[in-house]
């Protein structure tokens, strides 16, 4: 089993970064693929981000693509989601998942998830 924290959200203005953590326990990740998903009130869960194993591969939705960035210490068990740019309509709540096996955007892929952390982006 791995279990995910999450981390570093708050409440921020439009145009302010943030970085979020997830930080796993129970097993190291260093064999999983983790993900990022967001999911705002009245709205479904959706994908932001995806990181290999190693890091050298990600992936973004659209809608934060050269905003935000994922990366991974390993050594730390530990993922990170920079946030920068911050518009309101990326205020929501932030979950980080892993999942074994290659990159996915599909959030039902992933078996492990965090509790999540909001995030709240004033205009």
């Known amino acids: 089993q791995v279990q995910l924290v999450e981390s570093g959200g708050g409440l921020v203005q439009a145009g302010d970064s943030l970085r979020l953590s997830c930080t796993a326990s129970g097993r190291t990740i260093n064999s999983y693929t983790m993900g990022w998903f967001r999911q705002a009130p009245g709205k479904e869960r959706e994908f932001v981000a995806t990181?290999?194993?190693?890091?050298?591969?990600?992936y973004y939705a659209d809608s934060v693509k050269g905003r935000f960035t994922s990366t991974r210490d390993n050594g730390k068990n530990t993922v990170y989601l920079q946030m920068n740019k911050l518009k309101p309509e990326d205020a929501a709540v932030y979950y980080c998942a892993a999942k074994l096996g290659v990159t996915n955007l599909d959030s039902h892929e992933y078996g492990f998830w965090g509790q999540g952390t909001q995030v709240t982006v004033s205009s």
């Open positions: 990181i290999s194993w190693s890091g050298a591969t990600t």
